[in-house]
């Protein structure tokens, strides 16, 4: 089933939009004027991916920056540690951001998942079941 998800002049070129389909969630990119719709939950820890950035085809997750190939859901690389720089952490904090790390680096980022898109004059349709 095709289903109008937003209209080609809403979003610019390097821009995200999220859309809801059937209770899915989605978020339709554009790349240079090439349209792509892919799911908005992040394959690591599901942060809402609209609110990443996309740079050609890549899209990064604004929560712990793992990349995604647009084109194809595929996950290019995982969650990156934060940069704390020289800052000094309090003890407890930086225990405590030791344990969060140690549980994250056991959770795998899965690829997502990517829908076929339809240019209809100024709609934008996806293919979705
Ligand atoms: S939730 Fe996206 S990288 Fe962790």
Do not use: W
């Amino acid at each position: 089933m095709l289903v109008d998800v937003a209209k080609v002049n809403e979003i610019a070129p390097g821009g995200l939009k999220a859309a809801e389909v059937n209770g899915r969630e989605i978020v339709v990119c554009n790349d240079a004027g090439k349209i792509y719709a892919i799911d908005r939950r992040c394959g690591h820890m599901n942060a809402p991916l609209d609110l990443g950035t996309l740079e050609g085809y890549i899209l990064t997750c604004p929560m712990h920056h793992a990349q995604f190939d647009i084109t194809s859901g595929e996950a290019l690389s995982g969650p990156v540690p934060p940069n704390l720089g020289d800052e000094v952490i309090p003890e407890g904090i930086g225990k405590s951001l030791q344990h969060v790390g140690m549980l994250m680096s056991h959770i795998k980022t899965c690829d997502i998942k990517t829908y076929p898109v339809k240019i209809d004059g100024d709609s934008i349709k996806i293919e979705i079941e």
